[in-house]
């Protein structure tokens, strides 16, 4: 596809105007000023005028089949919100079940601009299965919990799901934008043993991890008390954890000691402000991140605590919440956002041939209708992407060269099908869980 006399955001945060991009299968072939020849007849030339393309996001943390339990259990503190509604409402969820809402959170996903994300759930291999026919690249992982202390990990689900997955992968299952992480859920769901296995595994397989870090104070408090005054991000590094690339979600209670840690070991920190704070857990020093030079990420978290996918909506909660807390109007950029949003989330991902938009580079390219009431006049774009833009300006999704999404349809999902199946499975569920209440 040629995108011709476009806007668009090249790989150093510049706006440009009047451009045209060439993608060839699954890259980006061509960046001028000039029309590039067509390689066929049939090629389509794609009118840019009045549009913007930038790289796709990256969503970093995320439980995409919780997409399912939106709106359930409203107004508890994580650890009450969890025990007493999650874990029953999701041991009633099968294989299928996950499948069918994965789409769901797909259509989310890609509507707003994603080209790739990283999840922690269980029955991976349905999920992998929907994000893999839905068209978007996917870090997937199972999130180990752990509450026996002779664990070993033979029986334990999240473990053998995480090799199972990765089996499927090795043997072409899978399309390539399908990877396996090594998840462990968090320390408080996990004891020393079991974190020292999860990165022996991680590291013995080149496998990157996935975990929740420092989300809440009452974790903060209760990692010091169990582990002999340590942080959870203490913990984690003397399991060997921080050996392995790893992505901590949430990290809203590192301390500066913490942040050293994570530097040296070159770990990601995922902001996730929305379900911050949605589930009151607070807000995560971000601006000391940067300055710092941290590699941070973004992700929504899963829609049960959001309550949407929408990585438009968490940019934009991401710059305000920074500016607010630090009441400094310049604590980030529109840029520094947006590239916690787009090269740092690949990164994350362990994925180094996409993230910005660059010759060589695979071509996940969002693009955004500039006609639009809350995008005009259009002096600042990436300030208008970052402060005001909607998701519902996105007009086009193309991953790995592929349009998955344009103009409201999506080219791989069924969205009446998914609806119908997700409602249905719904009240099944519930029946099921009014049925143990008797
Ligand atoms: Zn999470």
């Not at 340590?230 to 913490?258: I, L, S, W």
């Not at 590239?339 to 660059?358: E, I, P, Y």
């Not at 519902?392 to 099908?417: L, Q, T, W």
């Given at each position: ?58 969503n970093t943390h995320c439980h995409v089949p ?32 996950v499948y069918?809402?994965t789409?769901?959170g797909a259509?989310?996903l ?6 790739g994300i990283s999840d922690m759930y269980f029955h991976i291999e349905s999920e992998a299965k929907a994000l893999d026919?839905s068209?978007i690249k996917a870090n997937i992982c199972n999130g180990v ?13 999240g473990?053998?799901e995480t090799w199972s997955l990765l089996d499927s992968v090795?043997?072409?299952k899978f399309s390539?934008r399908i990877k396996v992480d090594m998840g ?23 496998l990157g991890i996935h ?36 992505q ?101 991902q362990g ?88």
């Amino acid at each position: 596809m040629i995108f011709a006399n476009i806007k668009l955001l090249d790989e150093n945060f510049k706006v440009l105007e009047n451009m045209f991009l060439q993608t060839r299968e699954d890259k980006i072939a061509y960046i001028g000023t000039t029309m590039p020849e067509k390689t066929s007849a049939d090629e389509e030339v794609y009118d840019g005028k009045g549009k913007f393309l930038m790289n796709g996001f990256y969503n970093t943390h995320c439980h995409v089949p919780m997409t399912i339990l939106r709106g359930y259990g409203e107004g508890l503190s994580l650890q009450d919100w969890l025990f007493t509604k999650i874990f029953p409402f999701e041991a009633k969820l099968t294989p299928e079940d996950v499948y069918w809402t994965t789409k769901l959170g797909a259509m989310e996903l890609i509507s707003s601009g994603c080209a790739g994300i990283s999840d922690m759930y269980f029955h991976i291999e349905s999920e992998a299965k929907a994000l893999d026919e839905s068209g978007i690249k996917a870090n997937i992982c199972n999130g180990v919990t752990s509450f026996d202390p002779n664990e070993d990990l033979a029986g334990n689900r999240g473990w053998n799901e995480t090799w199972s997955l990765l089996d499927s992968v090795k043997n072409g299952k899978f399309s390539s934008r399908i990877k396996v992480d090594m998840g462990l859920h968090a320390e408080y769901t996990n004891n020393e043993r079991v974190a020292k296995l999860i990165a022996e595994g991680a590291k013995n397989a080149d496998l990157g991890i996935h975990a929740h870090l420092s989300e809440t104070a009452k974790e903060q408090a209760e990692c010091a008390e169990r582990h002999n005054g340590q942080t959870p991000a203490q913990f984690m590094k003397a399991a060997g954890v921080m050996d392995c690339p790893a992505q901590f979600a949430h990290c809203v209670y590192v301390t500066e000691e913490d942040e050293e840690i994570l530097k040296k070991a070159g770990s990601f920190l995922i902001h996730n402000p929305s379900s911050n704070l949605k589930l009151g857990s607070g807000i995560a020093p971000v601006k000391r991140w940067v300055e710092k030079g941290l590699k941070v990420c973004i992700g929504t978290d899963g829609a049960s605590s959001n309550n949407n996918l929408d990585m438009m909506e968490e940019i934009h909660i991401a710059a305000l919440l920074c500016r607010g807390a630090t009441k400094d109007a310049n604590a980030v950029s529109a840029a520094d956002i947006v590239k916690m949003a787009t090269v740092n989330g690949a990164l994350a991902q362990g994925r180094k041939d996409c993230g910005a938009v660059k010759v060589g580079n695979k071509a996940d390219i969002i693009v955004f209708d500039l006609m639009k009431p809350n995008l005009q006049p259009d002096f600042d774009t990436l300030a208008n992407v970052v402060f005001s833009a909607q998701s519902s300006d996105i007009v086009m999704n193309m991953i790995d060269g592929r349009v998955v999404y344009r103009d409201g349809n999506f080219a791989f999902i069924n969205k009446e099908e998914v609806y119908r199946e997700v409602n249905e499975r719904l009240s099944r569920i519930l029946k099921e869980l009014a049925a143990d209440q008797k």
